[in-house]
């Protein structure tokens, strides 16, 4: 899927912005602040005392509406996997949107998102390979008759893509012109499909959604969500959901390969094994690396 590095496109994405890291609200954060990691509940996650032995720690310096983003984030030492640091990019996402949208609070607008608002649960999600393995992990790990139900909620929605011909071209949506993908989204909105993780309008699990789901916030009355028609997006300056995308993958690609949340089971099927474990603060330098390049 093609992204806008300045602000969300109609067609993913989410709503409640959770809790933010201490002091992330503050334009100027001194280095010595550390931006602790949003847990998801990964069994693998890092702990936040360096002190363990287990964790080092790599300086953050983004520039983030016209100020400057400081301070340390952990990471594991040695050898890791980019699923295995998913809350620490979590971490920094969080703290980038707390930026945001104390910004849009000061020109006297508000987020409009509420928990039971799903209208953008059916909109079209693209998340990284990373996440698409991690909560493909997720639903194996849950009890039955949950895993089972939740299993079946995709293939429903698998079934309703195949009936709309639409299955083809969101598996591989970088083969398309762009405004063919770009109308893929909007008649995705209107065929209706719920995320498999809906539950009664809310996310069903919110600790550990997409961090493109985490980056959709609005500020325009919420009904408008359900037509897509005058929504006003909250503009991330630094998009952690594309750094995401693109980690771990050839620079020289002229795309990076999304995956559609409701199709990750399908996507599993013929998907390429994960990278290599490699160092923890060479992934988190190159997270940051792209993250920097995604706006400003």
Same mark, same amino acid.
């Given at each position: 899927m093609q992204h806008d590095r300045t602000r969300p496109a109609p067609g993913p994405f989410l709503f409640r912005s959770g809790s933010f890291p201490r002091k992330a609200g503050l334009t100027h954060v001194d280095g010595s602040d550390t931006l602790q990691p949003v847990t998801g509940e990964h069994p693998e996650s890092p702990a936040s005392d360096p002190s363990a032995g287990t964790v080092e720690m790599v300086p953050v310096e983004l520039t983030v509406l016209g100020g400057t983003l400081r301070a340390t984030i952990p990471v594991p030492r040695?050898?890791?996997?980019?699923?295995?640091? $998913?809350d620490v990019f979590r971490g920094v996402a969080e703290a980038v949107i707390h930026l945001s949208v104390?910004? &849009?609070? +000061?020109?006297? +607008?508000?987020?409009?998102? +509420?928990?039971?608002?799903?209208?953008?649960? +059916?909109? $079209? &999600?693209?998340?990284s390979e990373t996440e698409a393995r991690d909560l493909i992990a997720y639903v194996e790990g849950l009890a039955e008759p949950r895993r089972s139900e939740i299993k079946s909620r995709f293939a429903r929605a698998v079934e309703r893509l195949d009936t709309a011909g639409m299955r083809d071209l969101l598996m591989a949506p970088w083969t398309q012109p762009v405004d063919a993908a770009r109308a893929a989204g909007v008649e995705y909105f209107r065929l209706g499909i719920p995320c498999p993780f809906l539950e009664n309008e809310s996310c069903g699990i919110h600790l550990r959604r997409p961090i493109i789901c985490r980056e959709y916030l609005v500020t325009s009355p919420a009904e408008r969500c359900a037509n897509l028609d005058g929504v006003d997006g909250v503009r991330i300056p630094r998009r952690a959901s594309i750094a995401l995308n693109h980690l771990g993958q050839d620079p020289a690609r002229s795309h990076t390969r999304s995956v559609p949340l409701t199709m990750i089971f399908e996507w599993a099927k013929t998907a390429q094994p994960p990278p290599p474990p490699r160092p923890g603060a060479q992934i988190a330098r190159e997270f940051l690396h792209l993250l920097d390049r995604t706006g400003g």
């Open positions: 040695g050898a890791t996997t980019p699923g295995a640091m $998913l104390s910004s &849009v609070q +000061r020109q006297g +607008r508000a987020i409009s998102c +509420r928990a039971g608002c799903g209208a953008c649960c +059916r909109q $079209l &999600v693209p998340i």
